[in-house]
């Protein structure tokens, strides 16, 4: 059974960074491209971030370049997101994905498997 546990979400203040994290199991991790999505309440859950299987590539929504940053760590299956600078319009519930191909990263569609969720929300 695969599952994807993100944790690290929580109430912060802008300004600050946070670290979000997602545990695989049930796959072979390191075979897989990884991704992050968010969904702001009243919104469509929206492309943040994905990272190639061996890491050697990374790619992000345009609005995050610069703030956001995806890294991983195939040897304990474990996909991050250092989210810094953080404004109140990046409050959302993040969820990973992994998929097994590298084309249309931006597309939802495309990922097999989801997580429930890390609620991160950012106070003015």
């Known amino acids: 059974q695969v599952q994807l546990v993100e944790s690290g979400g929580e109430l912060v203040q802008a300004g600050i960074s946070l670290r979000l994290s997602c545990v695989a199991s049930?796959?072979?991790?390191?075979?897989?491209?990884m991704g992050w999505f968010r969904q702001a309440p009243g919104k469509e859950r929206e492309f943040a971030a994905a990272?190639?299987?061996?890491?050697?590539?990374?790619f992000y929504a345009d609005s995050l370049k610069g703030r956001f940053t995806i890294s991983r760590d195939n040897a304990k299956n474990t996909v991050y997101l250092q989210m810094d600078s953080l404004k109140p319009e990046d409050t959302a519930t993040y969820y990973c994905?992994?998929?097994?191909?590298?084309?249309?990263?931006?597309?939802?569609?495309?990922?097999?498997?989801w997580g429930q969720g890390t609620q991160v929300t950012v106070s003015s």
């Open positions: 049930g796959i072979t991790f390191s075979t897989y491209t």
């Open positions: 994905a992994a998929r097994r191909s590298s084309s249309y990263l931006q597309d939802s569609t495309r990922y097999a498997y």
């Open positions: 990272i190639t299987w061996n890491g050697r590539n990374t």
